[in-house]
DNA sequence: CCTGTGATTTAGAACGATCTAAATCCAGCA
DNA sequence: TGCTGGATTTAGATCGTTCTAAATCACAGG
């Protein structure tokens, strides 16, 4: 049924020239002469050849490809993050093999596997919590150039592109601390990520540059409906916060919903600060406060470092930390109130 | 710098076999003996032995690769979407190539071709907007098989995955019309794909059979912000809606965002429902009532609609609508109001 | 001890590209 | 004419696997 490829040498034959020709004609070699380009260009296109990139790399070891792995595709964050690395590799005229570890370092080890099977160029890890420390060494002895991203395993182990938490988080608590709101809860997740730990360490380091007290830390499930079931619990908080600043924007969102079905008004009773800026921010009643962190961004910044580690696979560690930006809404509570 | 690949040929030699047995080994056929095979997989494990698929494929024509194309990445449908593929593919131990047409058609040309020659077994496409209606017989005149999700082009043409919208949108407006409210009118999208037609039609039908009347139909950019815009055009409307219908929830949420802005209260002074029940739904104020159309599921019945295709290439057409399920929050009014 | 049979194993040719090294072409010059 | 050198072109090996067809093995039966 599947119809036969045409080949290099049906090219070949048909141009009257050789398979190494083609060849060069196909990889756009300054070395044939333009009329045999143009003549075999013609026939590429009457036979409507495509070129076989898996064959290709058997013999010079480029595929084209880049494996992505994330962690979930469910929230937003990292969508668009992966929207970013879709779009450099494309322009790059390079495919995304793209997989979800579900956060379970047993899925993730097997997709690299997958990917390694697949000859892919290199890889762009968002570590699943609980990744073994080893891995980046493994895949360096695997030979599989490596960029991290969002998250990271082993500081400087590899390439890397983030954003700035702790700026991130510092920003926020400074907003509230600027709106008179001093006690200061932090709704955080349950999984150990580097990116958990940075926040939480930026929550203590700008804690102690503002003068705010903290008032507790919580722990939600990464989903809105555990975050609204928690508020229960940051209420409780022996000094009754004034502000609680979220892990993300998921989980101020479903805090914002469980304030709301305790009768309060987040905003006004209680101020609510998110993390990530996604496009849900504003679509929240009230609308809400959040540190953007650019997740496209991060995405090119990502396939940027693994484009240019391809290229130089001795270049030295790079990372690439883009700024948070504060977005003022309504959650957060107005100055006035 | 590249880490030689183990092959084939080195786990032969230190087992002591032929490069045959291993890849018999390899690819679990009952024609090895015990011993042997136990040896060899032994040996595999040493070595950390890894098949290289491309050279495979190069063979046998089978990449256990696919492709997905789908219009973007930010609105989480595609996203749940996406997920459900990934996960049966990742079970059936095939990887997936991921490509974002940003519903261009010549985009979704290029990511083709380049998808032909990474040697894809087959492709799951949701076509862009506009997209020639001559592609599903050019892809067959390739060999590449197909299965269009979400959207269609050309009914019939290739097996579909998708959600049946002309329900979804009965459900919505018989729910509607049970509240009392009986001038609806609909927000629809601009880019014209199936997914719009087949939403309008059943607009017009469920109005049809409850003897509701149409309130008129409005066009927003497929953003919260078009959306937003767009109530100044709904309350123009030469009869004031009762409730609006939208295309999905992200223009819901963007109207509600307008109505408010505009001093209405939705859910009370205007009804709104949406479609798709993205987890969006739960968090606007007021919660949203919306379709669900399980996108996940829909991603799960493409992936397992060309799994079959690739199995048995002169399979009979196939079709796979998934039922949608009206899910009442606040946001339509209550049968009290 | 030879032969037949089913169970295993294997040599060697593919697959479709790229690479290397060498061949061929062609003008310019002695 | 014959030689030289740069510009083009090419033959043939090669990448790591699978396939085909045939070889080999082990053992029962005669």
Same mark, same amino acid.
């Given at each position: 049924?599947?119809?036969?490829?045409?080949?290099?040498?049906e090219v070949?034959?048909?141009a009257?020239?050789?398979?190494?020709?083609v060849s060069?004609v196909?990889r756009k070699?300054? =070395?044939?002469?333009?009329?045999?380009?143009?003549?075999?260009?013609?026939?590429?296109? /009457?036979?409507?050849y495509v070129?076989?990139?898996?064959a290709?790399?058997?013999?010079?070891?480029s595929?084209?490809?880049? &494996?992505?792995?994330?962690?979930?595709l469910?929230?937003s964050?990292?969508? *668009?993050f992966?929207?970013?690395?879709?779009?450099?590799?494309g322009e790059d005229?390079r495919?995304?093999?793209?997989a979800n570890?579900? /956060?379970d370092?047993?899925?993730?080890?097997e997709? =690299?596997?997958?990917?390694?099977?697949?000859? %892919?160029?290199?890889?762009?890890?968002?570590p699943?919590?609980?990744?073994?420390?080893?891995?980046?060494?493994?895949?360096?002895?695997? &030979?599989l150039?490596?960029?991290?991203?969002?998250?990271?395993i082993?500081?400087d182990?590899? /390439?890397?592109?983030?954003?700035?938490?702790?700026?991130?988080?510092?920003?926020?608590?400074?907003?509230?601390v600027?709106?008179?709101r001093?006690r200061?809860?932090?709704?955080?997740?349950?999984?150990?990520t580097?990116?958990?730990? *940075?926040?939480?360490?930026?929550?203590?380091?700008?804690?102690?540059?503002?003068?705010?007290t /903290?008032?507790?830390?919580?722990?939600?499930?990464?989903?809105?409906?555990?975050?609204?079931?928690?508020?229960?619990?940051?209420?409780?908080?022996?000094?009754r916060?004034?502000?609680?600043l979220c892990?993300?924007?998921?989980?101020?969102?479903?805090?914002?919903?469980g304030?709301?079905?305790a009768?309060?008004?987040?905003?006004?009773?209680?101020? %609510?600060?998110?993390?990530?800026?996604?496009?849900?921010?504003?679509?929240?009643?009230?609308?809400?406060?959040?540190?953007?962190?650019?997740?496209?961004?991060i995405?090119?910044?990502?396939a940027r470092?693994?484009?240019?580690?391809?290229?130089?696979?001795g270049?030295?560690v790079e990372?690439?930390? =883009?700024?948070?930006?504060?977005? %003022?809404r309504e959650?957060?509570?107005?100055?006035?109130?």
């Open positions: 049924m599947q119809r036969k490829r045409v080949t290099l040498d070949a034959r048909i009257g020239v050789s398979r190494a020709t060069l196909v070699s300054p =070395l044939v002469a333009d009329h045999t380009r143009e003549k075999v260009e013609q026939v590429m296109a /009457d036979l409507d070129r076989d990139i898996g290709a790399r058997l013999r010079n070891n595929s084209r490809t880049v &494996g992505v792995i994330v962690p979930n469910v929230n964050f990292f969508t *668009e992966l929207a970013g690395v879709e779009r450099v590799m005229d495919v995304v093999l793209l570890s579900q /956060d370092p047993r899925r993730q080890e997709i =690299l596997q997958r990917f390694r099977g697949h000859g %892919v160029d290199g890889v762009i890890l968002c699943a919590a609980g990744t073994d420390p080893d891995l980046p060494a493994r895949m360096r002895r695997w &030979g150039p490596v960029v991290q991203s969002l998250r990271e082993g500081r182990a590899t /390439d890397y592109a983030g954003a700035d938490y702790i700026e991130g988080v510092r920003l926020a608590v400074q907003h509230l600027g709106l008179g001093r200061i809860a932090f709704l955080s997740v349950s999984a150990r580097s990116a958990r730990e *940075e926040r939480l360490a930026g929550f203590a380091r700008a804690l102690a540059e503002t003068g705010a /903290d008032a507790g830390i919580v722990e939600a499930d990464l989903t809105w409906e555990g975050a609204a079931h928690s508020a229960a619990e940051v209420l409780a908080l022996r000094s916060p004034e502000a609680v892990f993300n924007d998921v989980l101020a969102a479903g805090l914002m919903l304030l709301r079905r009768g309060l008004e987040p905003g006004r009773d209680m101020g %609510v600060v998110g993390l990530d800026d996604l496009p849900l921010a504003e679509l929240t009643y009230p609308p809400l406060t959040s540190v953007a962190m650019d997740p496209a961004g995405g090119v910044a990502a470092l693994l484009a240019r580690r391809l290229a130089d696979a270049a030295p990372r690439s930390i =883009l700024a948070p930006r504060l977005v %003022v959650s957060s509570g107005s100055d006035a109130g």
